[in-house]
């Protein structure tokens, strides 16, 4: 195997991907200095740019990185989307033809804000030369089935199976994740039925076209009700009373929220500031819950725990005002 000069071998094998930016690319190759200020090509340090007649005109397109005309080295990246503002400034000399889902799992990591390097290392564990003769399995970009039967990719736009032009694909896809956290929360599954809930969240929060017909807009309101109420009473039950504020909120300003789901919304809310202490903000919220359900036994009920907290806080604030001026 060649070298370089410091005597590294001249290979991708153990180098890194040193920087990853969202929507636009994920770059790779410095396997000398591993932070985008080294590597070495066999033709030597630098050498001169080929062509431009391949346009950056989708992802998954492979293209040099440079320092300006004529500095190819051995850093490269791959496109995350057609990035068009690049031709004629970088060389395209390749493609991915299998692990595109390994690509954007890549571009999603966690990555440090100052030099885009993930935070936790994407090495290249191996590399080397396909043979002629390579077939790309049917099945290659398949998104894998959990064990929960949920086989959709975590963005929307990223899935094959999904096109964000057919309506029926996307709320296909929502539905099928919802139910899988209806039934993961029928068993008490609570940490699962929240992931999958959040996931479809993220779907709805990801499609917004401007050509639906009345009926899907409905559909689409709807959910936007559903899910986060959803989302609510697995994160009670998980205490996880932050995400239970947030959910509940985007309920109260949902377009589609009835009197139903609004009680519902305020009652789950306010029960996350009763665990939170904060009785005042609680019982604001139970008690807008019955105007909206006045006989609901559930916010009665609280209410009157609340009440009963908040009589405990004044009564204990009370006794440690009187020791400070004792």
């Given at each position: 195997?060649?070298?370089?000069?410091?005597?590294?071998?001249?290979?991708?094998?153990?180098?890194?991907?040193?920087?990853?930016?969202?929507?636009?690319?994920?770059?790779?190759?410095?396997?000398?200095?591993?932070?985008?200020?080294?590597?070495?090509?066999?033709?030597?340090?630098?050498?001169?740019?080929?062509?431009?007649?391949?346009?950056?005109?989708?992802?998954?397109?492979?293209?040099?990185?440079?320092?300006?005309?004529?500095?190819?080295?051995?850093?490269?990246?791959?496109?995350?989307?057609?990035?068009?503002?690049?031709?004629?400034?970088?060389?395209?000399?390749?493609?991915?033809?299998?692990?595109?889902?390994?690509?954007?799992?890549?571009?999603?990591?966690?990555?440090?804000?100052?030099?885009?390097?993930?935070?936790?290392?994407?090495?290249?564990?191996?590399?080397?030369?396909?043979?002629?003769?390579?077939?790309?399995?049917?099945?290659?970009?398949?998104?894998?089935?959990?064990?929960?039967?949920?086989?959709?990719?975590?963005?929307?736009?990223?899935?094959?199976?999904?096109?964000?032009?057919?309506?029926?694909?996307?709320?296909?896809?929502?539905?099928?994740?919802?139910?899988?956290?209806?039934?993961?929360?029928?068993?008490?599954?609570?940490?699962?039925?929240?992931?999958?809930?959040?996931?479809?969240?993220?779907?709805?929060?990801?499609?917004?076209?401007?050509?639906?017909?009345?009926?899907?807009?409905?559909?689409?309101?709807?959910?936007?009700?559903?899910?986060?109420?959803?989302?609510?009473?697995?994160?009670?039950?998980?205490?996880?009373?932050?995400?239970?504020?947030?959910?509940?909120?985007?309920?109260?300003?949902?377009?589609?929220?009835?009197?139903?789901?609004?009680?519902?919304?305020?009652?789950?809310?306010?029960?996350?500031?009763?665990?939170?202490?904060?009785?005042?903000?609680?019982?604001?919220?139970?008690?807008?819950?019955?105007?909206?359900?006045?006989n609901d036994a559930a916010i009665l009920k609280a209410i009157h725990d609340t009440k009963l907290k908040r009589k405990q806080q004044n009564e204990k604030a009370?006794?440690?005002?009187?020791?400070?001026?004792?």
């Amino acid at each position: 195997m060649a070298k370089t000069k410091p005597d590294v071998p001249l290979s991708y094998k153990g180098s890194i991907f040193h920087r990853v930016i969202k929507d636009f690319m994920c770059q790779f190759g410095d396997f000398t200095n591993f932070n985008g200020t080294g590597g070495e090509s066999i033709y030597g340090e630098k050498f001169e740019d080929e062509n431009f007649t391949v346009k950056h005109d989708k992802p998954f397109l492979l293209s040099m990185a440079n320092a300006g005309p004529n500095t190819n080295g051995s850093q490269a990246f791959i496109t995350c989307v057609p990035t068009p503002h690049l031709d004629g400034k970088h060389v395209v000399f390749g493609e991915v033809i299998q692990g595109k889902r390994i690509v954007r799992l890549i571009e999603n990591q966690q990555c440090d804000q100052e030099n885009n390097k993930p935070l936790r290392d994407v090495k290249i564990d191996d590399c080397g030369v396909l043979p002629d003769d390579y077939q790309v399995p049917e099945n290659a970009e398949a998104t894998p089935t959990d064990e929960y039967g949920d086989n959709y990719e975590d963005v929307l736009k990223q899935d094959e199976k999904v096109d964000l032009k057919n309506f029926d694909t996307v709320l296909k896809a929502i539905e099928t994740v919802k139910n899988i956290g209806t039934e993961q929360f029928k068993k008490q599954n609570y940490s699962v039925a929240l992931e999958k809930y959040v996931k479809c969240d993220k779907f709805l929060k990801e499609y917004f076209p401007e050509d639906l017909e009345k009926e899907q807009i409905e559909k689409i309101n709807q959910l936007k009700v559903s899910i986060p109420l959803n989302i609510a009473i697995c994160a009670l039950k998980l205490k996880d009373y932050k995400q239970v504020l947030v959910a509940s909120s985007e309920v109260l300003y949902a377009e589609a929220a009835d009197e139903k789901a609004k009680a519902k919304a305020l009652y789950r809310r306010g029960l996350a500031y009763y665990h939170v202490n904060d009785t005042d903000m609680a019982l604001n919220d139970l008690e807008m819950a019955t105007t909206f359900q006045p006989n609901d036994a559930a916010i009665l009920k609280a209410i009157h725990d609340t009440k009963l907290k908040r009589k405990q806080q004044n009564e204990k604030a009370k006794k440690s005002l009187s020791k400070m001026f004792s």
